[in-house]
């Protein structure tokens, strides 16, 4: 038994049994996992997937308990690595953040900067990505912490934290006719192209459903990932914006206005997620107080415990 085996049996539970995507995760070729596969099943005399000629379709009830333990075994694997380089360097390191664009540019620079002040030996590393892609990347240990508004608190292996609660801001460009209207209404938004998120980022699915409760069907024209992208459209006169309320600055978004529609859309909360399981160094135990703030140490480490069975 080998931990490439182990790795291989979790990474195929994860990536829906898709061997092409196991190979690539792991850096390997598609024979080299099922070869893997098969040897541990054969060691261990337990048939783990079930199959439909080459093809892994499921897991096996015995495979769905050896699955827990597998993941039990990687995760202390992970930590012994993490423990050892703990007491070799107390104070240097590399913390990985997964984090979506909007919480890099407006939530996280004061943090990161008090946080590098604290510690100048340990290097920020920042993942950008999609909310879904963030909570794989903690969950695989790609990265140490997580942080979006969309999805972390959906994966049961996955521990979130609430950090601060945010709304989103109607962004118009200057002499816009609806800044004459107060307060706005969603029907008076459906008027005119919408320009928002992309689905799965920065509370859309509130935008969306509010609008959907309304029963009014808005013209969104145009999605992005950034606020200022957003912002820019919305500059050029191609629509009205819909971006969260960090992301507007008045003396910097010059040229356009904001209006308060806190009472149009459900407020939106920025969590911050970490492993189940997992062993943080203290350094992330300190970056994690200094954003989702009210935290202790202990109350992390409480959260972090591994669910009894």
């Known amino acids: 038994m080998n931990f490439q085996q182990l790795r291989s049996v979790r990474e195929a539970a994860r990536r829906n049994f898709n061997l092409t995507d196991v190979a690539n995760a792991l850096f390997t ?111 695989s240990g790609r990265a140490d912490i997580g942080i979006a508004t969309e999805g972390l608190s959906a994966f049961p292996d996955l521990v979130s934290f609430p950090c601060y609660r945010w709304s989103h801001l109607v962004v118009v460009p200057d002499g816009h006719p609806l800044l004459g209207q107060s307060p706005i209404k969603l029907a008076d938004l459906a008027e005119y192209p919408l320009i928002t998120y992309d689905v799965g980022f920065t509370g859309r699915s509130h935008i969306d459903a509010a609008f959907a409760a309304a029963n009014v069907s808005p013209d969104i024209v145009l999605t992005a990932m950034d606020s200022d992208v957003i912002k820019q459209y919305v500059s050029l006169g191609m629509g009205v914006g819909i971006v969260a309320s960090m992301a507007f600055d008045h003396g910097r978004d010059r040229g356009l206005r904001a209006i308060e529609s806190s009472h149009l859309f459900a407020p939106n909360v920025t969590r911050l997620a970490v492993r189940r399981g997992a062993y943080l160094r203290a350094y992330a135990y300190d970056f994690i107080e200094r954003f989702a703030q009210g935290f202790t140490k202990a109350d992390i480490e409480k959260a972090l415990r591994p669910v009894a069975e």
């Open 29 to 139: 070729s598609q024979p080299g996992v099922s070869r893997q596969i098969r040897e541990l099943e054969d060691e261990l005399g337990v048939v783990i997937f079930e199959r439909n000629g080459k093809r892994l379709t499921g897991l096996t009830d015995p495979g769905k308990g050896i699955l827990k333990i597998i993941e039990r075994l990687l995760v202390e694997a992970e930590n012994l690595q993490q423990a050892s380089s703990e007491y070799a360097g107390q104070d240097s390191g590399t913390l990985r953040v997964a984090v979506t664009h909007t919480q890099a540019r407006y939530a996280l620079p004061q943090v990161v900067q008090a946080f590098r002040t604290a510690f100048p030996g340990v290097r920020i590393a920042l993942q950008q990505s999609a909310p879904e892609h963030i909570a794989e990347w903690v969950l």
